[in-house]
């Protein structure tokens, strides 16, 4: 094996901290590089420093270099501030996408390059291997926490510079590792979202930003439900906080959902039973794409693809027809739930995961 200078992504997480110490057992050259990308030092639910603290102790265990780089100017002006005009456009983005081809597989990787590196490393549980003329991105061997969805915004360029060494390995195995090791942060919960968010109350945290605009929740009828507090606060399939459970219309037993967004009248429509027919979709149209390899999928009758419309989500079979290299419609061959516009579609074809892109109807 040839050894090499790899410099991991390191978040104070089980994940990275074991990706680490399997490169340090080969024998690599590893350096740990913390990255903080969000701005708020008092902020309790992106607890930043008490993460580096963390790392720095995982770092000691290990016997890495530890390093500390601020991307958070790169982060609001490349992510947060796209976030924040999607919800104001009435969508329901996915900054995590954003953040991983902006942010870990851009910035980071240039400052890792500039450092000397050969390769980068994360903690993501997804697969990479070369096949043919190109780097491919395949699903994790533990399907549970396959996190290729994430990343189908990476470029051959990209992927021919990051690896990752979890690819094989079940979230199980990763913490018995990291115990055999007796790593400080062998138990430590996993994140549970994007760290501009976290665990806090999401409409409290946008309302910092985006003010509220209310109007009327709506049902097929056009009869008034409620109130709701602003489109950029709710998302389609949500059922909880709307309520409007005890109204005249309300059928007994049977829970209203969101089915979608009018901008132009500023209205929530809301339908009654997880199985309405609104909430289900066969065709869903695909802007701003995004594929792996540099070209297209073929739009082919014969090729066999999947697709997930969100992350936790098993992918279903479908057929990709091409509008244009960049746009596409993915028509399933069973009704999708709740697909909801600014959120990413991601084609597959076996376990390659081939691209994808925004969901706008």
């Known amino acids: 094996m040839i050894h090499q200078k790899i410099v ?3 978040s104070g997480g089980v994940d990275s901290a074991v990706a680490a110490g399997l490169l340090k057992a080969e024998g690599h050259e590893v350096i740990a590089i913390f990255m903080k990308n969000w701005q708020d030092e ?3 639910y992106c607890p930043a420093n008490e993460d580096f603290v963390i790392a720095a102790a995982v770092a000691d265990v290990l016997d890495i270099e530890l390093q500390f780089i601020d991307f958070s100017k790169e982060y609001y002006q490349q992510v947060f501030e796209s976030f924040l005009q999607d919800l104001k456009n009435g969508l329901t983005p996915n900054p995590d996408v954003l953040c991983n081809a902006h942010i870990k597989f851009t910035a980071f990787l240039e400052h890792a390059l500039n450092l000397g590196a050969d390769l980068i490393a994360t903690g993501h549980y997804v697969g990479r291997r070369l096949q043919d003329e190109w780097v491919v991105l395949s699903e994790a061997l533990d399907s549970t926490k396959d996190q290729s969805y994430f990343l189908y915004r990476l ?6 510079k990051s690896i990752f060494p979890l690819e094989k390995y079940t979230k199980k195995q990763v913490r018995q590792l990291a115990q055999t090791w007796k790593l400080p942060n062998a138990a430590k919960k996993d994140s549970t979202g994007i760290c501009f968010i976290g665990e806090r109350p999401f409409k409290e945290f946008v309302n910092r930003f985006i003010p509220s605009n209310p109007g009327d ?3 097929e009828r056009g009869r008034v439900l409620g109130r709701h507090d602003g489109l950029a606060f709710y998302t389609l399939g949500q059922r909880k906080g709307l309520g409007v459970g005890g109204t005249a219309f309300s059928e007994p037993d049977s829970a209203w959902y969101v089915a979608s967004k009018n901008l132009s009248d500023n209205t929530l429509l ?5 199985e309405h027919p609104l909430l289900w979709h066969k065709m869903v149209q695909v802007l701003d794409c995004s594929w792996i390899s540099g070209l297209a999928p073929k739009a082919d009758p014969s090729m066999s693809y999947r697709a997930k419309t969100r992350y936790r989500q098993v992918a279903h079979e479908c057929q990709i027809d091409l509008e244009s290299p960049t746009s596409a419609i ?10 909801t516009p600014g959120q990413s579609a991601v084609l597959y074809s076996g376990d390659v995961c081939l691209g994808g892109g925004i969901i706008q109807s």
């Open 270 to 274: 809301l339908v009654q039973g997880r």
């Open 330 to 339: 993915l028509t399933f061959d069973q009704p999708q739930w709740a697909v």
């Open 8 to 10: 991991v992504g390191f």
């Open 155 to 160: 470029n051959q360029s990209q992927l021919k």
């Open 42 to 44: 008092n902020d309790p």
């Open 217 to 219: 929740m709506v049902d």
